[in-house]
């Protein structure tokens, strides 16, 4: 999937345009300037393309910390993305920061496009020919807070989105590993390649500067995709905590199987928990490897602690397989492979018909559906109609009747029956009668 990022200065509307395009209210929008300081991500559907798309905090002229912060976030967003959306405000003349991003895209070689926001009627259209100026080809006028021209900006964005350099499934296992900045991403990988020593080859992948690494486990061909590095090496973007999400984002993208990498010496954040959800949204099988387990006192009391602490902190993500290990001192490294492949075979699980209608007979009999307004879910059949991961399709008689309690309990009952360990379900409920 291709990425297209927003930037431009604080207050122009970059936000409400996020929304309208991604069809959700994600990002923060606030009249206060600076108000989105991290990229936010969203997917976008567009007749036969679809696209990330990514909003950036607003560039200022200022040199606080926080304004430099921005600057490097969005720079970054720049250099991950494809298209890019220059986002200006049709009210004000271009302004000293307006220019400020004017030099940054005209030093790349990205497309971009001028999206020249609050245009809401024809006497304000006549604003849109000054930002030609701006040395774009492609100027088009918007009013996110009215819905207006997104069609046009969809359309032209949709010519520069080319789904052509996908890359084309070998049939491989990929899995990826990834998660925050200095957790051992690449000490892991390392020493799952030197475990198994007998490396294929170094492909480059479609994620900028990330290495697809072939290897040999068991007579079996893997690949590995590192999203560790960064084109830029200076520190200052080495301590941003998010500046991998881009690069993470596409080789979950691109994987069966994500290992979520997390640091035993630093103990679970809030962001781990960001970077599992990005997972969760892609619908990729996924196993956590808590790595520098060297570095915890009294290691088999801890791991007693660190399950129930896993329970808490992941308590959305009951199914992952967790392997406790250290790339330091490789203990542990071989158990990754095994898990790796175990989710895997559970996210191309298929399941039996009569089985899984045995197993949901069963689960309906012993817990009928709560009633609501005198009417009670029936389920007439299940069957399953995808995999990777696993979907599974419930006729019913009403699917408005379906409670989210009464979903998470069929859920669990068919991941007791069946071995569903590292990846997830869904479960789709269809009325009978509909076509």
């Known amino acids: 999937m291709q990425t297209v990022c927003l930037i431009g200065k604080s207050n122009v509307g970059k936000s409400t345009i996020f929304n309208r395009l991604v069809k959700e209210k994600k990002a923060i929008i606030m009249d206060t300037p600076n108000i989105t300081r991290d990229r936010i991500y969203g997917n976008v559907n567009y007749q036969d393309k679809s696209f990330r798309l990514i909003d950036t905090g607003g560039i200022t002229s200022g040199n606080s910390e926080f304004g430099k912060e921005v600057l490097i976030q969005a720079e970054i967003a720049i250099e ?18 307006d220019r400020i991003v004017q030099n940054m895209l005209h030093k790349t070689n990205k497309k971009v496009i001028v999206v020249v926001n609050k245009i809401d009627n024809k006497e304000r259209e006549n604003n849109l020919y000054s930002f030609y100026e701006l040395g774009f080809e492609d100027v088009i006028g918007v009013s996110a807070e009215h819905n207006l021209g997104f069609d046009v900006l969809l359309n032209t964005i949709s010519k520069y989105i080319d789904d ?10 990929k899995f990826c590993l990834i998660g925050r900045p200095n957790v051992g991403k690449s000490s892991l990988i390392n ?14 992948g479609t994620t900028r500067d990330a290495i ?42 691109r994987s069966d199987v994500c290992v979520l990498v997390i640091n035993a010496e630093e103990g679970i954040i809030e962001h781990d928990k960001h970077i599992a959800s990005y997972v969760i949204d892609s ?27 896993m329970k808490v902190e992941f308590q959305f993500l009951p199914y992952a397989k967790v392997v406790y290990l250290s790339a330091k001192t490789k203990k542990r490294v071989p158990e990754l492979m095994p898990a790796i492949i175990s989710a895997y075979d559970n996210y191309s699980k298929e399941i039996p018909t009569s089985a899984l209608n045995d197993v949901i007979i069963e689960a309906y009999t012993m817990h009928n559906p709560p009633s609501f307004k005198g009417k009670r879910l029936k389920i007439y059949f299940t ?10 399709t419930f006729e019913v008689n009403n699917k408005k009747l379906v409670h989210f309690s009464y979903e998470r309990y069929l859920e669990n009952e068919i991941r007791k029956a069946f071995d569903l360990e590292g990846t997830p379900i869904i479960l789709q409920f269809k009325n009978k009668n509909d076509e």
């Open 383 to 392: 069957h399953q109609t995808g995999f990777k991961p696993p979907k599974i």
């Open 80 to 97: 991950e993305a494809d298209v890019i959306l220059f986002v200006v405000d049709g009210l004000l003349d271009i302004e000293k920061e």
């Open 212 to 253: 697809d690494s072939k290897f040999k486990y068991n007579g079996q061909t893997f690949t590995v995709i590192d999203t560790a590095g960064m084109r830029k090496k200076g520190k200052i973007y080495e301590n941003i905590e998010k500046y991998s999400f881009m690069r993470s984002m596409k080789a979950i993208d």
């Open 164 to 173: 052509t350099n996908e890359v084309i499934d070998d049939g491989t296992l």
């Open 191 to 204: 020493a799952l390649l030197n475990e198994n020593r007998l490396i294929v080859s170094d492909i480059a």
């Open 283 to 309: 619908g990729k099988a996924l196993v956590i490897a808590v790595n520098k387990w060297d570095t915890v006192s009294n290691p088999n009391e801890a791991i007693k602690e660190w399950q129930e602490k």
